[in-house]
């Protein structure tokens, strides 16, 4: 074979024997494409080179060492796949052969590492510890101390990290993880199940801060473990039926037999896009969120939840059970109050499953208004919403102060009303009890929807009574442009009087071409 030659200048050597005790230093002027500043020492008692029964210790220093450039018979001694540059002063105790201390300083850049179970290997961008492991392979325990760690990316700080290891026993401890980094390096990997897809296409982001984890019996098949961690500014994008979080933080607990999470988050951001149109802006989150075995089922629990943002204040808790079964559906209780809302943004919080005309509808005819208090009830199984056969409920109560609404696209709008709002998975009624359009006085009015699903697309029913100066009440009426009414208001039509205006309005928001039925009372 190839004979490798390797220039080696200003050799330094100490050798000293006494009995059975060695010490030796060694030091040389490498070419730094393979190593600089590299040191090797030792101390020790016995014949390392004929038996195992020989303890000392054994220190190894280098400014960097370039794997890959090793000479081949000493690459043959690292598995296969590693590279990378390494720095590195490493004290070592040993006992009848085999370590049982390595304390001292450890950094690398570009390092590779083959994996265990695949052919590929992985590489760490950058890590600088103070390392200090005692024990043997069967048990022991490693510090990392002042940890800096890129593994795809710039190092960030994670702090100490802690493992504690034995045959049937493993615990695992550290300051702080950059999500968004180690998200990145899990991507990297062949694995490929539900979680790792899901880790490419969210794109986890935040810090998990005082994580520790512990595992009694085999790791991969524990008896018992215990994760608990520190969320802070977590988040991820919406993926399938996954929603999307931003800026999540709170404390996390999990178990085999369940898993709390005490939520206490700032400004953030909830995306449902199965749900609703736009990603929800809140300013704060809070709550206890809880989850454990029940007859065989997963049940979560949600109790003091709240959440507040410029549009109210939501407070509510929620119930879910997840079968066993998968031929069965999940079964939901919610419910919620919410106070100081502001009636502007009702189109925000319109779900999807509503027809698109009926959407757009809302938010359009919905100005103004403010929600003194409003409260949501949604129990049955999920797979029956929106429950038009009357096996679970959905229910939406609402009062509005101050409101303005729109009912008919270019009509004068109601303004000042007072009013209830009632929905449900199949219907809605809102009901005013004052108001007015200009100078008329408006009274009991209705606005509904009897089916949001009927055959020929939603129907809107107005009905309204209205008094006042007869002028405006004429003014109302050309607004309508109904062919009922424009014959007989002609250019320059001028009337004086008081009277009522009663209207019927059915409005398809199919079409948007009202029939309008009005009567007027002098």
């Known amino acids: 074979g190839t004979v490798e030659r390797l220039a080696v200048r200003r050799v330094f050597l100490a050798l000293r024997n006494d009995g059975d005790r060695h010490q030796f230093d060694v030091r040389a002027d490498f070419p730094a494409a393979v190593c600089v500043g590299c040191r090797f020492s030792a101390d020790f008692t016995g014949q390392p080179f004929v ?287 919410v106070r100081d809302g502001d009636a502007a943004h009702t189109g925000r919080y319109v779900p999807r499953i509503l027809p698109p005309a009926l959407r757009a509808y809302l938010g359009d005819a919905i100005v103004a208004g403010r929600v003194s208090e409003a409260s949501v009830l949604l129990q049955g199984a999920l797979r029956n919403f929106p429950f038009r056969d009357g096996n679970g409920r959905f229910e939406v109560h609402a009062h509005v102060e101050d409101g303005v609404f729109r009912y008919l696209p270019g009509w004068a709008a109601l303004e000042s009303i007072d009013a209830d709002l009632r929905f449900t998975g199949t219907d809605m009624l809102i009901t005013g009890r004052s108001g007015r359009i200009g100078a008329l006085r408006v009274g009991r009015t209705t606005v509904a929807i009897a089916d949001f699903k009927a055959p020929d697309g939603p129907m809107v029913q107005v009905a309204s009574r209205m008094t006042g100066p007869l002028a405006d009440s004429l003014k109302v009426l050309a607004d309508s442009k109904s062919p009922a009414f424009s014959p007989w208001l002609v250019p320059g039509l001028a009337a004086s009087g008081d009277g009522v205006l009663a209207l019927a309005i059915d409005l398809p928001l199919r079409t948007l071409k009202p029939a309008i039925d009005g009567h007027y009372r002098l």
């Open 51 to 337: 038996d195992r029964d020989w303890s000392g210790t054994i220190r190894v220093q280098a400014r960097e060492l370039v794997l890959q450039a090793l000479p081949r018979a000493l690459r043959t001694l690292l598995p296969a796949g590693v590279d990378g540059r390494v720095r590195l002063d490493l004290i070592s105790d040993w006992r009848r052969g085999r370590p049982v201390v390595v304390e001292g300083r450890l950094g690398a850049q570009g390092l590779s590492l083959p994996l265990t179970d695949s052919p590929r290997v992985v590489t760490l961008q950058r890590f600088d510890t103070d390392i200090d492991w005692r024990g043997s392979a069967e048990a022991g325990r490693l510090e990392l101390d002042n940890l800096s760690l890129g593994l795809t990316r710039e190092p960030w700080r994670a702090g100490r990290l802690q493992l504690a290891y034995g045959r049937e026993r493993f615990s695992a401890a550290v300051e702080r993880i950059d999500v968004a980094d180690l998200a990145a390096f899990a991507a990297t990997l062949e694995h490929d199940n539900a979680v790792m897809r899901w880790v490419r296409a969210a794109q986890p982001l935040g810090t998990i801060e005082d994580a520790a984890v512990e595992f009694d019996g085999p790791v991969r098949t524990p008896r018992d473990y215990r994760i608990e961690a520190q969320l802070r500014s977590v988040g991820f994008t919406a993926v399938d039926r996954i929603p999307g979080l931003s800026a999540l933080s709170g404390r996390l607990r999990v178990t085999p037999a369940g898993g709390e999470f005490a939520l206490a988050s700032g400004a953030g951001r909830i995306d449902l896009p199965r749900v609703f149109e736009e990603a929800l802006e809140v300013d704060r989150m809070a709550g206890r969120i809880r989850w454990r075995r029940a007859d065989g089922d997963w049940l979560v629990q949600a109790d003091d939840i709240v959440l507040t943002n410029d549009d109210g204040r939501a407070e509510g808790e929620l119930e879910l059970r997840l079968p066993a079964d998968p031929t069965l559906s999940p079964v939901i209780r919610v419910q919620a109050t």
